[in-house]
């Protein structure tokens, strides 16, 4: 009768132990993810209400800001086409960067193509943590601005995003 009871706390005791393992393991995993997220640096509504545009980076490296946009779903199933291409019209009036009073067009390529996506058409899922991406390069305001607003077409003006210089 002694042996059994020694077993069964035994394997009472290694349950316990277990079950503590797999608790630690799942605290851990969550606050590794809670890490990984980034809090967005300013956020704005797609035109069409799809999905909510975050500014996850806005990086100066020399001369060149790059923007990062991650696009959050907010709406289910729904798909929204915020650009199909870039015109010289719309290079022109549509995707910019504002510091202070002047403004910044995309960088362009040695064959006069803009430095971003082509064309930019978001997927949002409820169940999918990013509806699409974004990314543009523009031409580093200088030293002293800290903040700058960026505009593209079907999203709202994103403004006050911190600069992070490298």
């Not at 132990?17 to 969550?30: K, M, S």
């Not at 001369?63 to 022109?92: C, G, H, M, Q």
């Not at 362009?108 to 990013?130: G, H, M, Q, W």
């Amino acid at each position: 009768m002694v042996k059994v009871t020694r077993i069964t706390m035994t394997a009472c005791a290694f349950s316990a132990f277990l079950a503590t393992a797999g608790f630690v393991q799942t605290a851990f995993a969550q606050t590794q993810a809670e890490a990984n997220s980034v809090a967005p640096l300013a956020t704005g509504l797609t035109d069409g209400g799809a999905a909510e545009a975050q500014v996850v980076e806005a990086t100066r490296a020399g001369d060149v800001l790059t923007i990062k946009l991650r696009f959050k779903p907010i709406a289910t199933n729904k798909l929204e086409r915020l650009y199909d291409s870039i015109s010289k019209d719309a290079y022109e009036n549509s995707f910019y960067v504002l510091a202070g009073n002047k403004k910044y067009l995309l960088l362009t390529d040695s064959n006069d193509k803009p430095l971003t996506n082509p064309n930019l058409v978001i997927k949002a899922n409820k169940d999918s943590p990013i509806a699409g991406s974004w990314h543009g390069r523009f031409p580093a305001p200088p030293k002293d601005v800290t903040d700058v607003s960026l505009t593209i077409p079907g999203v709202e003006t994103l403004d006050a995003i911190k600069i992070t210089d490298r």
